[in-house]
C-alpha cells in the first residue's frame, strides 16, 4: 500500500512538474503602449517555483528508489549533478532569451546543434554521477527510476529527445 501511494505521488509530481514547465510565458512586459496592443504578460512560472518543483522532484525520485542507509551515501553526488544540470538549462534558456533572432536556417541548425551538445555533456555528468549509486541498487530500485526521469523507447529505433527529459525542462 505505501509504494503506491509513493508511485502516486510521483506520478502526480511528474505531471505538476511537466504542467508548470508548460506554463511558463514569456518575462512580464511594462504595459502596452497603444490601445488594441496585446495585453500584458504575467510570468507564472518564476526560478523559486523551479527551484521548488526540482527539490520536489529530486526527495521523491530519492523516495521512490528507496534507499538504504549504504545506498544513501551515494546519492548526493547524484543530487549535486541534476541541480547542476537543471541550472545550466536554466542559464541557456536565459542565454538564448537574449541572442540575436537566428538570420537563416543554419543559425538555426547550428542552435540546436549546440543545444543538443550540451545537454549531452549534461547527461554524462548525470550518469557518471548515477552509477555507483545504480551499481549499489537492487533489479526492482533500478526499475523504478527512468520511467521517473521521464526515459521511454524512441519510435522505430530513434533514440528519445533529450530535450523531453524533465532535467531539462527549464531549457
Do not use: C
Request: glycine content about 4%; cysteine-free.
Amino acid at each position: 500500500m505505501t509504494t503506491i501511494k509513493v508511485l502516486a505521488a510521483a506520478f502526480a509530481l511528474m505531471t505538476f512538474g511537466s504542467a508548470t514547465a508548460q506554463a511558463q510565458t514569456a518575462p512580464a512586459q511594462t504595459a502596452p503602449a497603444q490601445p488594441g496592443a496585446a495585453p500584458q504578460m504575467i510570468e507564472l512560472h518564476t526560478a523559486e517555483d523551479a527551484d521548488a518543483v526540482l527539490a520536489a522532484r529530486l526527495s521523491a525520485l530519492k523516495t521512490v528508489i528507496g534507499l538504504n542507509a549504504d545506498q544513501d551515501k551515494l546519492w548526493t553526488p547524484v543530487e549535486t549533478a541534476i541541480r547542476q544540470v537543471a541550472k545550466n538549462a536554466a542559464a541557456r534558456r536565459a542565454d538564448r532569451a537574449k541572442a540575436a533572432q537566428p538570420q537563416d536556417f543554419v543559425d538555426i541548425l547550428v542552435r540546436v546543434a549546440d543545444a543538443e551538445a550540451a545537454r549531452a555533456a549534461d547527461l554524462k555528468t548525470v550518469a557518471t554521477a548515477l552509477k555507483p549509486l545504480v551499481t549499489s541498487l537492487t533489479d526492482a530500485q533500478r526499475r523504478r527510476i527512468p520511467a521517473f526521469l521521464g526515459l521511454r523507447e524512441g519510435s522505430y529505433g530513434r533514440p528519445q529527445p533529450t530535450a523531453e527529459l524533465w532535467l531539462f525542462e527549464e531549457e
